[in-house]
């Protein structure tokens, strides 16, 4: 049988993830996911690991609804206030996207800059400014707040067990930053997926997750691995069109609760 074996979210983006045993699941994806970005504090432009590879170690765990604490090593925890109606709204840039949203404040920016090394600030998407997810692949009103295209991830737990034999070691599901694993199903069976359920919550599977180097950074360490693993793995056989493969998007039909070892069911 079919079960969902993990759950995660991740407050900040591009910062650590966060291991649930249930998630809320509203019009943006898992409750509260991906609703914090740092940018470039002078362009605008987000900021991830991709760049920054020690945003490995900066955490940033919700507390109740209204305020987000961040901490790393090195650094005092910094509690951080959700911006109000009247907060500044920040131009920012997310790949192909522009928009306007809430800057966080000073306090916030001074803090991420000294751990970051570079001056940057911290802002946050309400729903209501969230971003249409690409109509080539969903329908129009589907949104995101700042995940990277989608508003879920999800992968299946006999792929990653693949792509470890592969490699010759074990790898952290982590370091794909899935909100869901899928455990029962064959090695990338997710790929042939075009609809599931998972309790009583109906899913699209969107399109094919395309990777980058950030694979290939240790989600405990930021230490980026010299022989290029799992990705150099990946390319030689999840390539595609030029892209690498691993894993699907999803969207959600609706909003409620998902909790670990909730049947899965696939529709088509």
Known sequence: MLRLSGLYRYPLKSAVGEPLHEAQLDALGVLGDRRWMVVDAESGRFLTQRLLPQMTQLKARWQGAEQLLLSAPGMSDLSVALPTLQAELRGVIIWRDSLRVPDAGDAAAL??????????????????????????????????????????????????????????????????????????????????????????????????????????????????????????????????????????????????????????????
């Open 111 to 268: 803090w991420l800059s000294k751990f970051l090394g570079r001056a940057c600030r911290l802002v946050q998407v309400p729903s209501e400014r969230a971003r249409q997810v690409d109509t080539a692949y969903a329908e129009v009103g589907d949104k995101v707040a700042f995940a990277d295209g989608f508003p879920l991830l999800l992968i299946g737990q006999a792929s990653l067990d693949d792509l470890s034999a592969r490699v010759g070691r074990p790898l952290e599901m982590l370091r794909f930053r899935p909100n869901l694993v899928i455990e029962g199903a064959e090695p990338y069976a997710e790929d042939g997926w075009k609809r599931i359920r998972i309790g009583s919550l109906e899913f699209r599977v969107a399109k094919g997750c395309s990777r980058c180097i950030m694979t290939t950074l240790d989600p405990q360490s930021g230490v980026r691995s010299a022989d290029r693993e799992p990705l150099a793995t990946l390319q030689r056989y999840r390539q595609h069109d030029g892209e690498v493969y691993f894993g699907q998007n999803l969207i959600a039909d609706g909003v409620g609760l998902l909790a670990l070892n909730m049947p899965v069911e696939i529709l088509e």
